[in-house]
């Protein structure tokens, strides 16, 4: 979990591979609707929120015991609370990193339908994990092999 641009899509797809499991990006469950209200640079609503992060958890129920990594903003703790209530057996990855860098990066990336003017939204709308999600919190200002060595540390303790 993280705001756009904070890596989640490479540290996912890296976990994914090291631990031989799917891999999918949250980017793929948002309803047409979602991706053309963002292209346009509007904010997503909640109610924009709730399909689409019902979507990621019939995913997550899909793997069963075999697992999967998935990417998700799960920016508000509400979010976060919907997808890992039911599924008790899920972790959390939180990569976070120094805005700068981190709009930096949302910035350069290209053919994307994420514009770097909602950043700031993002940002507005992020409520980092409180110490009873037990998320796992990782710096992005390293190489993505050092984060997901990293994760993969934490995951396996």
Request: aromatic letters at 6%; proline letters at 6%.
């Amino acid at each position: 979990m993280g705001v756009s641009g904070v890596g989640k899509s490479t540290i996912g797809q890296g976990l994914a591979a090291a631990l031989g499991v799917p891999f999918a990006d949250a980017d793929a469950f948002h309803p047409p609707a979602n991706v053309a209200k963002m292209s346009a640079g509007i904010a997503l609503t909640d109610d924009d929120r709730w399909p689409w992060l019902d979507a990621i958890g019939a995913w997550l129920d899909q793997r069963g015991e075999a697992g999967g990594v998935v990417t998700c903003s799960a920016l508000k703790r509400a979010y976060r609370d919907r997808l890992l209530a039911p599924r008790r057996d899920v972790r959390l990855l939180y990569l976070h990193g120094d805005p700068a860098l981190v709009m930096a990066r949302q910035a350069a990336r290209e053919n994307h339908f994420m514009p770097a003017s909602l950043m700031a939204s993002q940002y507005a709308t992020l409520e980092a994990p409180a110490a009873e999600e037990a998320a796992i919190a990782l710096e992005v200002d390293d190489h993505p092999a050092a984060i997901i060595a990293a994760a993969l540390k934490h995951l396996t303790q």
